[in-house]
């Protein structure tokens, strides 16, 4: 497919969007909990894949790539504006049932007791919270592990970090997490 688009072939071009919009904007946007600005940075993303795919290696896989350059437009997002993210239980700009499915992390299961589900749902929403507490770069390498299910590797690729850097990261992450979310626990 990157090969048509790097002929000209608009089609292939637009294939590739159609397939990696979604996972972008779901990255972008849990980094930075606003739909409007995820959705201006997703298209960012993809002007600028559009104007480096000569570039992109074969080697590597396509969606590190992209993602690669997605982390990339949100994180110069955050530090250009210092953005926290907050969010109750989902975006409340998300229009479409499958868009409130792509925003909002969930922890509970189909065979949940209502009173189970709330509470997992209240948690979700704290921890929401508590992500928008931590550095960027901590946060970036946890949403892709626990929420787009990457590999540290691939993690590694999209970030431009050594492996070690991204576990440091997850490790560091995780740590602050907890400190931001203490008051939680039960004594």
């Known amino acids: 497919m990157v090969e048509l688009a790097l002929r000209g072939r608009e089609s292939a071009y637009r294939e590739l969007i159609d397939r990696y919009q979604r996972p972008v904007f779901a990255l972008i946007y849990r980094m930075v909990r606003d739909r409007e600005l995820a959705e201006d940075l997703a298209q960012d993303t993809f002007v600028k894949v559009l104007n480096a795919l000569d570039r992109y290696k074969p080697e590597y896989k396509f969606s590190s790539w992209i993602f690669k350059i997605a982390n990339n437009t949100a994180l110069d997002e955050i530090r250009r504006k210092r ?3 907050i969010s109750l239980q989902g975006s409340p700009n998300a229009v479409t049932p499958d868009q409130q499915a792509a925003t909002t992390p969930s922890i509970a299961s189909d065979d949940q007791a209502p009173d189970e ?15 928008g507490e931590i ?4 946060r970036s390498a946890i949403v892709m592990y626990h929420m787009e299910g990457l590999a540290y590797e691939e993690i590694a690729q999209v970030m431009d970090v050594p492996l070690g850097t991204v576990k440091t990261y997850i490790h560091r992450g995780r740590k602050e997490l907890r400190d931001v979310l203490d008051h939680l626990r039960v004594a």
Not at 117 to 131: G, K, N, P
Not at 135 to 138: G, I, N, V
């Open 135 to 138: 550095r960027a770069e901590y």
């Open 83 to 85: 953005l926290k993210t």
């Open 117 to 131: 589900f709330v509470e997992a749902r209240e948690l979700s929403a704290e921890i929401e919270v508590a992500l």
